[in-house]
């Protein structure tokens, strides 16, 4: 069975990929995840507004995600700054047809 942790790293590697071909220069990194992750948050909110998910329940059920992704996120989710790049990631999930995808992780999302 396809597990939802693997489904959110595939969710998270094809989007970064994704959005690293928007900027070619730029390394994957933990700011890109970042983004993601809180752009499937907004997806998962957005199309169930009684799960009430955060990406800190994402970051709290997998042990292996490293203190600089975890700082990153936390950042990217609480500055205004970074508001339209969040908004662009969901954009392109959703014309991508990776939203689908988004359906299956929003699990990991909700409160434990």
Known sequence: MFSVRNATLCLTLV????ASSCFASQP???HQVAVTLI?????????NPALNGSF??????????????KAEARKVSS???????????VQSLKSSGLVVL??????????K
Do not use: H, R, W
């Open 28 to 30: 994957v990194d933990a």
């Open 102 to 111: 988004t359906q299956d992780l929003c699990k990991s999302y909700a409160a």
């Open 56 to 69: 800190e329940n994402v970051l709290a059920s997998d042990p292996d995600t490293d203190e600089a992704t």
């Open 79 to 89: 500055d205004p700054a970074y508001k339209g790049e969040i908004e662009f990631m």
């Open 15 to 18: 989007s970064t990929g994704f």
């Open 39 to 47: 752009a499937v948050e907004q997806l998962c909110n957005k199309a």
